[in-house]
């Protein structure tokens, strides 16, 4: 069972900066790949960026050039980091984590809120 602890969100000024961390602990050899996803009130959750565990990245392209998706395996950690927030970034943001092998499991942190002011 893998458990995930965000951290890293707050209130910042539009065009301003944070990073959230999200560590793993708990079956984390078996980690296929990490990511960071986000829900704005009234919207769905959606994909933000993902690194498998090879370090192949993938970002949403509404965020692609201001933010980075990063990851430390010796921590078990994956870093987002925020650059030239928008208040449209304004979500709570999910560390989500994949496992397994033939059959694969999602798991879920409990999220951070990032707010971004105008």
């Known amino acids: 069972q893998v458990q995930l602890v965000e951290s890293g969100g707050g209130l910042v000024q539009a065009g301003g900066s944070l990073r959230l961390s999200c560590v793993a602990s708990?079956?984390?050899?078996?980690?296929?790949?990490m990511g960071w996803y986000r829900q704005a009130p009234g919207k769905q959750r959606e994909r933000v960026a993902v690194?498998?565990?090879?370090?192949?990245?993938n970002l949403a392209d509404s965020v692609k050039g201001r933010f980075t998706i990063s990851g430390d395996n010796a921590k078990n950690t994956v870093y987002l980091d925020m650059n030239s927030l928008k208040p449209e970034d304004t979500a709570v943001y999910y560390c989500?984590?994949?496992?397994?092998?033939?059959?694969?499991?999602?798991?879920w942190g409990k999220g951070t809120l990032v707010t971004v002011s105008s």
């Open positions: 989500n984590a994949i496992s397994g092998g033939s059959i694969l499991t999602s798991y």
């Open positions: 690194i498998t565990s090879g370090g192949t990245a």
């Open positions: 708990g079956g984390v050899f078996r980690l296929n790949a």
